[in-house]
């Protein structure tokens, strides 16, 4: 059975570096998310994708962070400069175009930010 | 904006007890809703989802749900949870035009054999 993937699992950071947090979809799926969870607190959206652009995103989503499906199969969520406050478990989602409102969640990536 | 509500945020069961996981969410409108489960060091995978219909909705691994629109509320059963349930247990409602998930704040099941 198709699984979106993410790489990598886990991702330790200096305070105001750079990461990127890649995912590759399921690969005929055609809308892709990323999501947060802030330890001990809710699964948040960040930002929805299709059709190479932000369809939408969430407050938290600001200058700081990017989307970029670079090459047809990866999706990649950067952060420019890392806050303590980014320490969270990072999950990616896709769904098919018709019919196919159920999203298929990624196993996340767990970023510290030290 | 939408919101979802999970009262309960641990809860131990012994095998072969019977489970309710109580969630209610916000919007008075058309609601899809959905139950993923989070076992151990994986990912969160869907259990059930309502989109219409039966309000009486089954999915994996003996799990059913029910809508009941006059109280908002979405609720996870299983007549006999197994040692195997155990996990974190996440209630969802799809938002906006793409299609977000607003997901309640997750309730972690214990059950011991």
């Known amino acids: 059975e198709p699984e979106v993937t993410q790489t990598p699992s886990h991702q330790v950071t200096q305070m105001g570096q750079e990461v990127i947090l890649r995912c590759v979809p399921i690969?005929?799926?055609?809308?892709f998310y990323w999501y947060r969870q802030i330890l001990g607190q809710k699964v948040e959206f960040l930002v929805s994708?299709?059709?190479?652009?932000?369809?939408?995103k969430s407050e938290i989503f600001d200058d700081q962070f990017s989307v970029e499906r670079p090459d047809g199969s990866n999706f990649t969520l950067k952060i420019r400069s890392t806050k303590l406050e980014d320490s969270a478990m990072y999950f990616c989602?896709?769904?098919?175009?018709?019919?196919?409102?159920?999203?298929?969640f990624g196993p996340g990536t767990r970023l510290l930010v030290l | 904006a939408q919101s979802v509500s999970q009262h309960n945020h641990h809860v131990i069961l012994s095998e072969a007890a019977s489970l309710e996981l109580g969630c209610n969410y916000s919007?008075?409108?058309?609601?899809?809703l959905f139950w993923y489960v989070q076992y151990p060091g994986q990912h969160l995978q869907l259990l059930l989802k309502?989109?219409?219909?039966?309000?009486l909705v089954k999915g994996i691994k003996g799990f059913e749900a029910e809508f009941i629109k006059s109280k908002f509320s979405f609720n996870l059963r299983k007549p006999s949870v197994q040692w195997s349930d155990t996990a974190e247990y996440f209630c969802?409602?799809?938002?906006?035009?793409?299609?977000?998930?607003?997901f309640g704040a997750g309730t972690r099941l214990a059950v011991h054999p």
């Open positions: 989602a896709s769904r098919e175009r018709t019919g196919g409102e159920t999203q298929y």
């Open positions: 690969s005929n799926h055609l809308y």
């Open positions: 994708f299709y059709n190479n652009e932000i369809s939408e």
């Open positions: 919007y008075g409108g058309t609601v899809n």
């Open positions: 309502y989109f219409s219909g039966d309000p």
């Open positions: 969802a409602v799809l938002s906006g035009g793409y299609n977000k998930l607003i």
